[in-house]
């Protein structure tokens, strides 16, 4: 675990005097701290084993209906049902289905970026301010 505290050689070279921290600066702080769980949740949402399966079972299923026949019914789940439909429609259900899972998941690439370029403008703020005597490396 990596230490979180300044050495005493750190705090001899920022001067070892106190700071203060005014109340836009403790805002700014607590933005960041609130942005940096923002980002640790849009990772765990974008790594979730649930967004890869369906992706990934969706493009397996696609390649198994290219080798069925036109003219046969196709079971099409349908929240806890199962409907035959014909081929042509299945695979364009296929293809919308994979196309809102595309969208989420470039949503949730965008929220993330986002959210990283203003935890970096803040950094560079609050470094400006503290120098070493702050730590918001993640």
Known sequence: MPRRMLSKEDEVATGGEEMEVRREDQDKINKF??????????????QSKQCKK??????????????????????YRIGDSFISLPLAEVQT?????????????????????????????LKVVLYARFGRSINLET
């Open 33 to 46: 701290s609130r942005l940096h769980q923002r980002e640790t949740f849009l990772e765990e949402q974008l």
């Open 54 to 75: 369906d992706k990934e079972d969706l493009e397996e299923i696609s390649n198994e209906l290219e080798l069925a026949d036109e003219d046969e019914k196709i079971p």
């Open 93 to 121: 259900l296929l293809a919308s289905s994979t196309e809102k899972i595309e969208e989420g998941v470039s949503a949730l690439e965008e929220k993330l970026s986002t959210v990283r370029e203003e935890m970096q403008q």
